[in-house]
C-alpha cells in the first residue's frame, strides 16, 4: 500500500487479480446460465439444456450447471490477467462491460468455431442463439464486475 496524501492505495498483486477474476468469471457464468435457463423454459425443456454442457453424453442438469461456472471461472481469471497485462481498457478508456462484452464474443467465435466442433460438444446442439445471448449476458456481467 502507497499513502498518497490522505488517501490510501492498495496496489493489487497478479494473484489478487487472478481470484478477483475467477470471482468475476462465476457471477458472469451465473448470468450466463440464467440466460440459458430461461430459454430452456420456453422451450419447454426444463432444465434440460444446462445438461448439453458435456463432450460425450448429455449430463444432468446440476453437473453441466457445474462444469459451466467451472469453465466460466477460468475464462473470467484469464479476462482479469490479460485486462491487466495489458491495460489496453485503461489507455483506451473503455468501459469494463464493453471490454467484457468483446472478449465474451471473442469467446463464442473461438468456442463455435473450433474448441466445440474439435470436441464434438453438445452445446452446440442448442439454438445458435442461445448460446451467442448466453455469451452477451456473460460479458456484461464479466466486465462490470472485474475492477480494473
Known sequence: MEKSGMLMIHRSST???AVSGLFSGLQGGVAMAAVIVLFSLSAGQGLDYLGNFSAAAPV???VGLLMH???SSIYGMLYALVRRWT???QQARLPGWLTG???ALGLWVFAVLLLLPATRALVLDLPWGVF???HI????VLGLRQKP
Do not use: C, K, N, Q
Open 15 to 17: 494473484g489478487d487479480t
Open 60 to 62: 444432468l442438469p446440476l
Open 69 to 71: 461456472l467451472a469453465v
Open 87 to 89: 491495460r489496453l481498457d
Open 101 to 103: 462484452l468483446v472478449y
Open 132 to 134: 451467442f445471448t448466453g
Open 137 to 140: 449476458a456473460y460479458g456484461l
